[in-house]
């Protein structure tokens, strides 16, 4: 199961790990971003982004997946969510899990 927190901004957040093509890993901290889809910004313009690929662990396993190159904070969308149950405690320093649907 994957675990995290709600922040002081209601964002539900979870730390993954991502390897790059030169195989180093890094640690990131996600918002879980429900209804993803293009970037758009605050004044309703689109963004066009890089668009790269990386490895995630996710649930315990290695899953190649895409990363749009974007200059916000990271975001988790719901096509990597999909076959996992997403429970959200929405308060400050509320739990955040995500488990693997069987």
Known sequence: ???????AEHEAIISLNVHG?????????????????????????EKLCQIYEAVVQWHGKSQTIEVDAAETEPLLGMVLLSGSELNI??????DVSIRLLP
């Open 21 to 45: 093509p030169n195989r180093r890993s890094r640690k990131i901290s996600c918002i879980i971003a429900l209804g993803m889809g293009r970037v758009i910004l605050a004044d309703g313009s």
């Open 1 to 7: 199961m994957i675990r995290g927190k709600v922040n």
């Open 89 to 94: 405690v929405i308060r400050r320093g509320g």
